[in-house]
């Protein structure tokens, strides 16, 4: 009776593994019949489940409430490199910086509210902030306009401006960053142009990284790349493609979250 009991044992654990190797064979012939769409699909997915928490931890990090006063500093500090940089290429590297710096300032002052987590969403204080942001983003691009006008007052007469809206952004005064005699005969920047072209240059980055993706996981195994190094190369791929669209420096940011 042993016997039999092990010999039917025996034919049930071999039934089961013929099984069990039939399914993982369909589910391998499955995977190497996917096609373009549905890669695209799973690396939709998977770019939610891995962006999500990236984008919750760049709004709620450390720095992530001085994020303005950084990047004042940070356009500051190309002010004066500006400055004291030699005429000719060196100058013209430095103020290019300068100029990249100002963005950033100005798409976080658009930010402002967030950054300062002291408005809710739904406030009627929204409204006079945003407007006020608009105003301030305005008086910026005045300030740096005139640096192609007469270079070493204007590069002075920014970093001042800029040093009272950080100021004033950490004394809680969202909605006077600036007193109004500066604010006079500005033009507000669009708030809703400037966040439509945000939004389509991260929807663009975020395209071009899955359809370099996928493109790179269809076409590796085609070209006998080894098992082992597709993953590197596929991520290589989305990397670079996102660096073409949105710029190194985005990229970076983005990266530096990521632990070592």
């Not at 089961?16 to 190497?32: E, K, L, P």
């Not at 663009?204 to 990284?209: D, G, H, N, S, V």
């Given at each position: 009776m042993l016997a039999l009991a092990d010999a039917g044992v025996s034919r049930l654990d071999s039934e089961?593994?013929?099984?069990?190797?039939?399914?993982?064979?369909?589910?391998?012939?499955?995977?190497?019949t996917l096609g373009m769409l549905d890669w695209l699909v799973m690396l939709a997915v998977m770019s939610g489940l891995v962006l999500w928490p990236v984008f919750?931890?760049?709004r709620w990090s450390s720095t992530a409430r001085y994020r303005l006063v950084l990047g004042v500093i940070d356009a500051v500090v190309a002010s004066a490199k500006a400055r004291t940089a030699?005429?000719?290429r060196g100058r013209s590297r430095a103020l290019r910086h300068l100029d990249q710096s100002c963005r950033q300032v100005e798409k976080r002052l658009f930010k402002v509210h967030s950054i300062a987590g002291s408005v809710p969403r739904r406030s009627s204080r929204l409204r006079l902030i945003k407007r006020h942001a608009a105003l301030v983003a305005g008086a910026q691009r005045a300030s740096l306009?005139?640096?192609d006008v007469d270079p070493e007052p204007a590069l002075t007469e920014l970093a001042r401006l800029q040093l009272v809206i950080a100021?004033?952004?950490l004394c809680g005064r969202q909605a006077a960053l600036l007193?109004?005699?500066l604010l006079q005969d500005v033009r507000p920047v669009s708030r809703l142009r400037n966040t439509w072209r945000e939004s389509a240059h991260v929807v663009?980055?975020?395209?071009?990284?899955m359809a370099a993706a996928a493109g790179a996981?269809?076409?590796l195994p085609s070209m006998g790349v080894g098992e082992d190094v597709r993953p590197w190369l596929t991520l290589g791929a989305a990397v670079l493609a996102a660096t073409l669209v949105a710029g190194w420096g985005r990229v970076a940011r983005i990266l530096e979250l990521f632990p070592a």
């Open positions: 089961w593994g013929t099984r069990a190797m039939a399914h993982f064979h369909r589910m391998g012939d499955d995977a190497a919750w931890a760049m030699p005429r000719g306009h005139q640096v100021d004033s952004h007193p109004a005699e663009m980055t975020i395209l071009a990284a996981a269809h076409v």
